[in-house]
């Protein structure tokens, strides 16, 4: 905590002299350091000073340690005013005008900006400086009354509700009153006198919430604000915002304190917000919106409906040539697409912000390959900087199965936004909460609102996609969704969203609480019912952009597949191999669960011999059609986990099924399904316990491999079998099994008189294999980390039962993450390397995967680079993204390597 | 695996030059070593020598590696027979005789002999060398013809049982036959005539089961004779023994080749065994007992009553003065109670075995201070070597609440042999293998046999005592009893045991298969019915000896103790503390689950802290009884620990009474008891887990310990609470329940205008909190082991679910022995070690101790204090045994430690 006056504390920008560069983010906050790398180039900014993210950690304490003060607690340190005098004098200089001066004055914007981009999840306060003498003034001064006052009653409301908590409804209401006194539709039609009526009702809310006046000192509501800001940083939005995006380690929040300007002083002015491409498509022309005689919130909160930015060129052409010339230089710059905040006061145009663009996955490959194309940036930036994992995964989401078929059945009930793309399916919810309870019990839901706000982020989150029947682009939910790669569609005003009834309705059809409801967030269409969803596709873009990155990982990328067609289905996503085959899931199949159920209710080895002959030629076909897909490339796959209960039913009535099919007593069945009961399945006869204790299930399984090994070979087949022993804790049990495949192997190559070369390994899934990793390497020619597992054993935290307390946790910072979603790096990583450690010192060529969930997992898949895994392993859908993670954690090494080496 | 011709593999003893000694028991095996030893200390030792257990490893492979060969498929190397040959000769010399000649006749015995002394479980010949033409020798030269023949009817049985594995029975049914025909009653009336007819006999079955004739060739016979001994190294019943015994690490058996001495060569010859001091008691006093004319195994087997050792003062003065001089001898050289093998031919004493004798607790406690006090071992030396925690263990067994009782009532049936001291109660078996099925499903089995063999150790084991109706002091039965300190009645000559009805019986009263019977090893009672246990106390010898074990240790022991009582009674058995209270299972009361109940049930925080206010003073007072019970030691108490749903009842009825008792509708009782289920409990949401979720419990119990602990303080007696968080696996677990604790005892402390000292400190029992041991103790004053927990999550074991595997992994050699018994140093080892390591880095003071089962035993603690912990936490009635196991961890260290300086 860094609180000693010598360091500075508060960085000009835009007034002659800019103290910030773009790199100092975690000091001066996104927006700050953007602020201060586009005054140093010379772009239109206002003047301001942005006061550091370590005067927030000292003021406000981080959430971590639990001292979330509230906003009336908090002060601003002595030391510090002198600071921000001094600052606010050269910001007054440079704009000729005076804070609290009211023949001259100088009105300002207090806004927040910290480190990571959170959009919408931080309190702004516009207009400060104004008072009662300033606002005359400023009447005078512009000769704008009428504007004045309009400035002053968003001031009083603005202050009100962020800086002491007023609600924000009640200044509403008392707007609503006076329009309805005045008869104006919008706020727009109100005159001076009805806005200093407006003024007036707004100082006696605050009064009366408060019990203080509004504070006529513009110095007390510079202080106030700056506090506001600050206690904001641990305000339950902003902690929320935090955990859902996983953003941490950061210090606070950065102040900016910047000169006003006016998008709202006339017919020349306005205000709006620019993308430098198209953040949907990617493509290379201006997007965004814009809004004459507003200030900026009116764009971003969406309760006008903004023009879009081509329609510019023909209200100011001037500002729209400006403003495509300056985008050239804002790309050339920050060597990425710019979302841009943009006022026109009286014909003339600042930048108030710039930052890089959120974008859908699409967008992001397309601008990725352009930007290279267009020699802005290099193949190894482009892969680094400008494709996020999530976003290719966002590629692969699924689209509906058929567009045509719902649009001609008519079940098209309105077309709004495009905002997000993909397609969503759920049951209709309207409150965030409700989507968040309706998902715990296992519901699908699509969340309806009229407009979201940051309140609603955790319901957003939990919904399959969002609806509003408000807001444009970039309102609220458009953001927020596409950061996601959730689809949305977005200001669809067709449609009438009553909370009370809870239902939608575009006039004819109406759609209720739990009914069913389609989004297509491509097209923007909401179709009623629950259309089916159809597997996404790897083309155009996104193919050349995957060669790039390709070339630039050493992670190897399979994939977890047990089936021919998953095989395929990976493989056409660029799988590399099979990981994981679990060989448990063919048992299920209809036909060959009863002999499954056979053996395992079989008296003795006799009967289970007998029931497993049964299973081989299934196994065996299924080991054939996986080999054939995966020709050339090694398959991984693992011998019988589960333990043999999960087999069996549990209800009497399907015991008596299995009673009458295997012709077994009913009696006996139960008995059976008593005796295999287990308190803790998860460490239970399971994994190769079984195959010790039955070494016949083992036998039978290396014999299906083998032969279908063989008979795929001799198709002219490349075959690379890889035969793992799950659940391995001592050398002994792998010892024991290895010398059961290698026995068969022998066997059944000497039948076919043919041989295949093959491999046996383990997994390392107990914490005990990794810690005897070294014994266990002189037996295994391979290491495949089963991290799920693992994670299990080494916190203790068994994966069905951890929603009673995990989500506390998470909440409460006791972990930073769901260690079933992003690995322990700290606990279960350690054992990862340790064993990757001593697993080489004992086989130098010991080849190591992992197969874990957290295969597919982008910052898990950067921890496993770094311990030097040859391999990751998961589900076909997430191969694309985890290629792309293992270029983006190759080139991050190199990063580090160069760093390291300079 | 040594099989070079250049390394000695031979060493002989007795015939002038002897090349062992004691200390080569790994080579030579302890009978060989001793036997070496014996004859350098001049004791009168016939003369022979010993192949080296290094030849067993090389002709019969080890059991591990799987390759368990038949006798007939080995073989003697070609290199060893040179080396037999020589050494013969020499034995010739000695003896003035030749192997295989007729005139002069030399026989042989061939005894195995392993490191470790294996009772009964290896296999032995004796009277080799015999055939038809020596045999005819051997009359001639002993003027003995029926002697001679006698001999060689021994020799041909043992050599079809032992070595070619002809079942005994026959040759016992032929033998009976003979006797039948012959009139015979007893093999002592059997003439030479009848005995030719049995030797006859004998070969006919010999050749029948073999399909070969009985060798006639000396040589052949030594051959088939070593490697049957060799074989029998893997045979099931060594290997059974072994594993119950725990012993591992041996290369094989070594081969004794002995000169024969015979007991059976008429009124002034004998043989028998005896005790130094009386193995039961520890008296010092010569102890045993012979059989006059008969050969050794007529001793062991129990066939024949023998004569107590005093007798022999009547029967040969002579030998019994030699024999009393030599026990002295004995004694002072192997500073120990010997149990000696020996015989009298004509009137000469010879020594044929000699080995530390096996003892009951209450005698090894006696003999080592009665040795320390005669000056012949040093306290140290008694410590270490003369008494095993087991003896301590055994001591401290139960004995009936009142034997004046079940006298009066005439419930002793009858009076044998007080072979092992001690009580047992169980339901009557007659077969070993009814003994382990019955105990296997829960019940407590006394086993009654006629005799006991080896075939029946792991009944015995599996059994609460043994009874046996025939057999000694060093019958099979008594032997192995004694040496696990179960409760052993042996020779009960007045019971008619009947296999075929189950029964029982000494004439009058009958007791049958299932029947309750008591056994009292200390008086060789016999008691129909199920007597109370009542507990053992410390006292006498052994207060004094472990007065100087408490001076040798560097490790405390503490207890696990949830009441005054225990921590009374444990304080008794000399607890320095308590290390383990469980608070949980006060919870289990009738009087409080109710609360308890209500707490789990309630719809929120306000419900909860309602019923947690009912449980407060109940807590508080438990406290306060331990705290008075343990006054001035510390108490280490835990914080709740298990799941929830372990207090709410499964059945429909009881939880109907629940809701009753409520007044809550049955069916929210229901839905919470659903609610509450988990898949794994063992990995969900309970330890530290619960204290976060629902702080408020941790707050009650916090209040319940300070407030006692200021209450009893108040009192003027010495309290030291140490609050225990369970589970911990991160930090942020650890400082979210400290920050409650300390809030809490500040809040007491102020409300009771006083302080207590106290720590706080954690479990380490997730495998991830040793992995950041060092990030916890920055916050943990102590560390204690929960050994349990992370044996099961490191090892992935449930241990409720291990039956269906582990006991195979122990037999096939899997595991070395069941984790939970004794600490798999391996591999959880290696994360106390580390654990240890890291928290004694981060925190210089940090107090170190282990509070699951393994606290008291033996193996463990020398692991525990080998890796520096300050203490061990057991069950009271372990506390001894641990305070032993202490002292000898630290003696070993001390030599250790002088080994490394040398």
Redesign the interface.
Same mark, same amino acid.
């Given at each position: 905590m860094v609180a000693e006056a010598s360091v500075r504390h508060v960085y000009r920008f835009g007034v002659g002299t800019t103290d910030g560069r773009s790199s100092m983010k975690d000091l001066l906050g996104g927006k700050g350091a953007n602020l201060a790398e586009m005054a140093q180039a010379g772009l239109p900014v206002p003047p301001g000073f942005t006061i550091t993210t370590e005067v927030c950690a000292h003021v406000a304490g981080d959430a971590a340690s639990g001292a979330n003060k509230g906003n009336t607690e908090l002060a601003i340190p002595n030391w510090l005013w002198p600071e921000i005098d001094a600052a606010m004098l050269e910001v007054e200089a440079a704009v000729d005008a005076k804070f609290g001066d009211a023949t001259r004055p100088l009105l300002v914007s207090v806004r927040s900006g910290a480190a990571v981009s959170m959009p919408g999840m931080m309190d702004t306060v516009l207009n400060l400086g104004l008072n009662d003498a300033v606002c005359e003034g400023l009447a005078v001064r512009t000769g704008r009354a009428r504007f004045a006052w309009d400035a002053y009653r968003r001031f009083v409301s603005m202050f009100g509700d962020v800086v002491m908590g007023v609600p924000r409804a009640e200044f509403e209401h008392a707007l609503d009153a006076v329009k309805k006194d005045a008869g104006a539709s919008t706020d727009q039609d109100l005159d001076e006198k009805a806005l200093r009526d407006v003024v007036s009702r707004f100082k006696t809310i605050y009064r009366t919430h408060t019990g203080h006046a509004f504070p006529e000192s513009p110095r007390e509501q510079l202080e106030r604000a700056i506090l506001a800001v600050f206690a904001s940083w641990n305000g339950d939005r902003a902690k929320k915002y935090r955990e859902v995006q996983k953003i941490r380690g950061l210090k606070g929040t950065a102040v900016n304190v910047q000169a006003m300007v006016f998008g709202n002083t006339g017919p020349r002015s306005g205000t709006g917000v620019l993308f430098t491409r198209n953040p949907a498509t990617g493509e290379k022309a201006l997007y965004g919106e814009y809004l004459v005689d507003a200030q900026g919130e009116d764009v971003v909160a969406g309760t006008r409906t903004p023009s879009p930015i081509a329609k510019l060129h023909e209200d100011m052409p001037e500002v729209h040539a400006q403003l495509s010339a300056l985008a050239q230089r804002l790309e050339s710059h920050f060597k990425n697409v710019q979302d841009v905040e943009f006022t026109v006061q009286d014909g003339r145009l600042y930048l108030l912000q710039t930052r890089h663009g959120k974008r859908t996955g699409a967008a992001a490959v397309r601008i990725a390959v352009d930007l290279v194309n267009e020699g802005l940036v290099t193949r190894e930036e482009a892969v680094a900087n400008l494709v996020e994992p999530a976003h290719v995964d966002q590629l692969l989401h699924p689209h509906f199965a058929d567009e045509v078929g719902y649009r001609k059945q008519g079940r098209v009930i309105a077309k709004g936004l495009a905002a997000s793309p993909g397609a969503a399916v759920g049951r209709v919810v309207f409150h965030a909460e409700d989507a968040e309870s309706w998902k715990a019990r296992g519901e699908k839901v699509v969340l309806v609102r009229m407009e979201t706000s940051p309140e609603d982020v955790a319901g957003m989150h939990a919904a399959e996609g969002v609806l509003t029947s408000r807001g444009g682009m970039t309102s609220h939910a458009a953001v927020v969704a596409r950061g996601w790669g959730k689809p949305c569609v977005a200001g669809c005003g067709d449609l009438i969203v009553d909370y009370r009834t809870k239902t939608l309705s575009n006039g004819r059809v109406t759609v209720g609480e739990g009914d069913w409801l389609s989004l297509n967030g491509t097209t923007g269409e909401v179709v009623t019912g629950k259309e089916t969803l159809a597997d996404a596709v790897v083309s155009g873009s996104l193919e050349h952009f995957m060669g790039w990155v390709d070339g630039m990982r050493v992670l190897r990328v399979r994939t977890n597949a047990d089936t021919p067609k998953d095989a395929a289905t990976a493989r056409a996503f660029g799988a590399e191999g099979i990981g994981l085959c679990r060989t448990e899931h063919m048992f299920f199949e209809d036909s060959r669960i009863l002999a499954m159920r056979r053996m395992i209710l079989a008296d003795d080895e006799k009967g289970r011999r007998a029931a497993l002959a049964l299973l081989l030629p299934e196994q065996r076909k299924d080991f054939a059609g996986i080999f054939r897909a995966m020709a050339g490339l090694p398959v991984t796959i693992r011998l019988l986990d589960p333990p043999l209960h999960e087999f069996l039913p549990n209800d009497a009535v399907q015991q008596e099924q299995v009673a009458r099919a295997t012709g077994m007593r009913v009696e006996r069945v139960r008995q059976r399904v008593n005796a295999l009961h &287990?308190?803790?399945?998860?460490?239970?006869?399971r994994g190769c316990?079984l195959g010790?204790?039955h070494p016949e299930i083992t036998e039978m399984q290396a014999r299906a491999i083998f032969e279908a090994a063989c008979e795929v070979s001799a198709e002219g087949v490349e075959v690379l079998p890889e035969v793992m022993v799950p659940?391995v !804790?001592?050398v002994? &049990?792998l010892v024991?099994q290895k010398a059961i495949v290698l026995d068969v192997a022998e066997t059944v190559f000497a039948e076919k008189g043919t041989r295949v070369a093959f491999h046996v390994g383990t997994m390392i &899934?107990?914490? $005990?294999a990794a810690?005897?990793a070294d014994t266990i390497a002189r037996e295994a020619e391979f290491f495949s980390f089963g991290t799920n *597992?693992l994670t299990?054993?080494?916190? !203790?935290?068994?994966r *069905? *039962?951890?929603a009673?307390?995990v989500p $506390?946790?998470v909440e409460? !910072?006791?972990?930073g993450d769901d260690p079933f979603q992003s690995i322990?790096v &700290? !606990?279960?990583g350690?054992?990862v390397r340790l064993a990757c450690e001593r697993g080489r010192a004992a086989r130098p060529g010991l080849h190591l995967g992992i197969c874990g969930e957290h295969g597919g997992d982008p910052r898990s898949i950067a921890f496993f680079a770094d311990v030097g895994l040859d391999y990751v392993s998961c589900s076909p859908f997430r191969v694309p993204v985890a290629r792309l993670a293992a270029a983006q954690a190759a080139l991050r090494g190199k990063v580090n390597t160069k760093q390291g080496e300079a």
């Amino acid at each position: 905590m860094v609180a000693e006056a010598s360091v500075r504390h508060v960085y000009r920008f835009g007034v002659g002299t800019t103290d910030g560069r773009s790199s100092m983010k975690d000091l001066l906050g996104g927006k700050g350091a953007n602020l201060a790398e586009m005054a140093q180039a010379g772009l239109p900014v206002p003047p301001g000073f942005t006061i550091t993210t370590e005067v927030c950690a000292h003021v406000a304490g981080d959430a971590a340690s639990g001292a979330n003060k509230g906003n009336t607690e908090l002060a601003i340190p002595n030391w510090l005013w002198p600071e921000i005098d001094a600052a606010m004098l050269e910001v007054e200089a440079a704009v000729d005008a005076k804070f609290g001066d009211a023949t001259r004055p100088l009105l300002v914007s207090v806004r927040s900006g910290a480190a990571v981009s959170m959009p919408g999840m931080m309190d702004t306060v516009l207009n400060l400086g104004l008072n009662d003498a300033v606002c005359e003034g400023l009447a005078v001064r512009t000769g704008r009354a009428r504007f004045a006052w309009d400035a002053y009653r968003r001031f009083v409301s603005m202050f009100g509700d962020v800086v002491m908590g007023v609600p924000r409804a009640e200044f509403e209401h008392a707007l609503d009153a006076v329009k309805k006194d005045a008869g104006a539709s919008t706020d727009q039609d109100l005159d001076e006198k009805a806005l200093r009526d407006v003024v007036s009702r707004f100082k006696t809310i605050y009064r009366t919430h408060t019990g203080h006046a509004f504070p006529e000192s513009p110095r007390e509501q510079l202080e106030r604000a700056i506090l506001a800001v600050f206690a904001s940083w641990n305000g339950d939005r902003a902690k929320k915002y935090r955990e859902v995006q996983k953003i941490r380690g950061l210090k606070g929040t950065a102040v900016n304190v910047q000169a006003m300007v006016f998008g709202n002083t006339g017919p020349r002015s306005g205000t709006g917000v620019l993308f430098t491409r198209n953040p949907a498509t990617g493509e290379k022309a201006l997007y965004g919106e814009y809004l004459v005689d507003a200030q900026g919130e009116d764009v971003v909160a969406g309760t006008r409906t903004p023009s879009p930015i081509a329609k510019l060129h023909e209200d100011m052409p001037e500002v729209h040539a400006q403003l495509s010339a300056l985008a050239q230089r804002l790309e050339s710059h920050f060597k990425n697409v710019q979302d841009v905040e943009f006022t026109v006061q009286d014909g003339r145009l600042y930048l108030l912000q710039t930052r890089h663009g959120k974008r859908t996955g699409a967008a992001a490959v397309r601008i990725a390959v352009d930007l290279v194309n267009e020699g802005l940036v290099t193949r190894e930036e482009a892969v680094a900087n400008l494709v996020e994992p999530a976003h290719v995964d966002q590629l692969l989401h699924p689209h509906f199965a058929d567009e045509v078929g719902y649009r001609k059945q008519g079940r098209v009930i309105a077309k709004g936004l495009a905002a997000s793309p993909g397609a969503a399916v759920g049951r209709v919810v309207f409150h965030a909460e409700d989507a968040e309870s309706w998902k715990a019990r296992g519901e699908k839901v699509v969340l309806v609102r009229m407009e979201t706000s940051p309140e609603d982020v955790a319901g957003m989150h939990a919904a399959e996609g969002v609806l509003t029947s408000r807001g444009g682009m970039t309102s609220h939910a458009a953001v927020v969704a596409r950061g996601w790669g959730k689809p949305c569609v977005a200001g669809c005003g067709d449609l009438i969203v009553d909370y009370r009834t809870k239902t939608l309705s575009n006039g004819r059809v109406t759609v209720g609480e739990g009914d069913w409801l389609s989004l297509n967030g491509t097209t923007g269409e909401v179709v009623t019912g629950k259309e089916t969803l159809a597997d996404a596709v790897v083309s155009g873009s996104l193919e050349h952009f995957m060669g790039w990155v390709d070339g630039m990982r050493v992670l190897r990328v399979r994939t977890n597949a047990d089936t021919p067609k998953d095989a395929a289905t990976a493989r056409a996503f660029g799988a590399e191999g099979i990981g994981l085959c679990r060989t448990e899931h063919m048992f299920f199949e209809d036909s060959r669960i009863l002999a499954m159920r056979r053996m395992i209710l079989a008296d003795d080895e006799k009967g289970r011999r007998a029931a497993l002959a049964l299973l081989l030629p299934e196994q065996r076909k299924d080991f054939a059609g996986i080999f054939r897909a995966m020709a050339g490339l090694p398959v991984t796959i693992r011998l019988l986990d589960p333990p043999l209960h999960e087999f069996l039913p549990n209800d009497a009535v399907q015991q008596e099924q299995v009673a009458r099919a295997t012709g077994m007593r009913v009696e006996r069945v139960r008995q059976r399904v008593n005796a295999l009961h &287990e308190s803790n399945p998860m460490l239970g006869h399971r994994g190769c316990r079984l195959g010790i204790t039955h070494p016949e299930i083992t036998e039978m399984q290396a014999r299906a491999i083998f032969e279908a090994a063989c008979e795929v070979s001799a198709e002219g087949v490349e075959v690379l079998p890889e035969v793992m022993v799950p659940l391995v !804790g001592t050398v002994a &049990e792998l010892v024991h099994q290895k010398a059961i495949v290698l026995d068969v192997a022998e066997t059944v190559f000497a039948e076919k008189g043919t041989r295949v070369a093959f491999h046996v390994g383990t997994m390392i &899934e107990v914490p $005990r294999a990794a810690l005897v990793a070294d014994t266990i390497a002189r037996e295994a020619e391979f290491f495949s980390f089963g991290t799920n *597992d693992l994670t299990q054993m080494t916190l !203790g935290y068994s994966r *069905d *039962d951890i929603a009673s307390f995990v989500p $506390r946790y998470v909440e409460k !910072g006791i972990l930073g993450d769901d260690p079933f979603q992003s690995i322990d790096v &700290e !606990g279960v990583g350690q054992l990862v390397r340790l064993a990757c450690e001593r697993g080489r010192a004992a086989r130098p060529g010991l080849h190591l995967g992992i197969c874990g969930e957290h295969g597919g997992d982008p910052r898990s898949i950067a921890f496993f680079a770094d311990v030097g895994l040859d391999y990751v392993s998961c589900s076909p859908f997430r191969v694309p993204v985890a290629r792309l993670a293992a270029a983006q954690a190759a080139l991050r090494g190199k990063v580090n390597t160069k760093q390291g080496e300079a």
